[in-house]
């Protein structure tokens, strides 16, 4: 093979810097995402305004904590109905939707077409508030009969100090995934602080946990909302129906040879 000249090399480099784009692609179908946004101000305010009426109202108020991981005292249901009533519903049913359909791109790449043609729709499950104060944690869980999470942030008090400074653990949330044993190009777990505002979307299936918190602040309270939802498309819903029918057509076929 012929060995390039110095001014042929550098006339291919030009080349290369020049109109001609070179096509990247990233193809990861066996791992899931965390998708971070915000709360746009007239949802954070409502939620607010709601979540204040009910952690204030604690004894009057309906927990969930019989079905939560948390050690903390107040885990407390919000109605669907209050969600609707305040016009912040949607949002989230949005943010979910959006969510589920970047993360089925991502699972099945060669079929983004056919995906972003379906007609996706989602469904709250539930949704709970978390008030944490200081000493209270979440040990590591997943959330189980639904297929989406999120959690948002509404109150976070200042932390103080942590023990160790190479270590700022205290108050976080920490998401856990174990898709992946490469430790050249990948961590297993990421801890992210709360701040207000913020808003999560996960997958159900993923491990999380948060830590404990200290605070000087006069209000110590970490205050999160989450939910569960739940995800199908048309189309998955027309398959479904014409499975049904078939099957009851055999069915009937059966009992009229019977
Ligand atoms: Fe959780």
């Not at 066996?30 to 007239?42: A, G, R, Y």
């Not at 430790?183 to 999560?200: R, T």
Request: hydrophobic share 35%.
């Amino acid at each position: 093979m012929k060995k390039q000249t110095k001014q042929q090399e550098n006339k291919i480099q030009k080349q290369n810097e020049g109109d001609e784009r070179i096509p990247v692609e990233i193809i990861q179908p066996w791992s899931t995402f965390v998708m971070k946004s915000k709360l746009p101000k007239v949802v954070f305010d409502k939620m607010l305004e709601i979540t204040n009426k009910i952690v204030d109202n604690v004894e009057n108020e309906k927990s969930w904590g019989h079905n939560l991981a948390g050690q903390i005292e107040h885990e407390l249901y919000i109605e669907h109905e209050i969600l609707q009533k305040n016009g912040v519903m949607q949002f989230f049913l949005d943010m979910t939707r959006h969510y589920v359909v970047n993360q089925l791109i991502q699972m099945m790449p060669y079929n983004q077409e056919n995906i972003l043609n379906d007609e996706w729709t989602t469904n709250m499950m539930s949704m709970w508030v978390v008030s944490q104060k200081e000493h209270e944690y979440n040990p590591m869980h997943i959330h189980t009969q639904c297929q989406v999470s999120a959690v948002m942030y509404l109150k976070v008090p200042k932390f103080s100090k942590s023990r160790k400074s190479h270590r700022e653990d205290d108050g976080r949330i920490v998401f856990s995934n174990n898709c992946s044993l490469d430790d050249y190009f990948a961590v297993p777990q990421i801890a992210l602080e709360p701040k207000v505002g913020d808003l999560y979307i996960f997958p159900a299936k993923m491990a999380h946990h948060v830590y404990p918190f200290r605070s000087d602040d006069e209000d110590k309270e970490r205050r999160s909302v989450s939910f569960n939802a739940v995800y199908s498309s048309k189309s998955q819903m027309e398959h479904m129906a014409e499975m049904e029918k078939k099957a009851q057509e055999e069915m009937k076929k059966r009992s009229f040879v019977q």
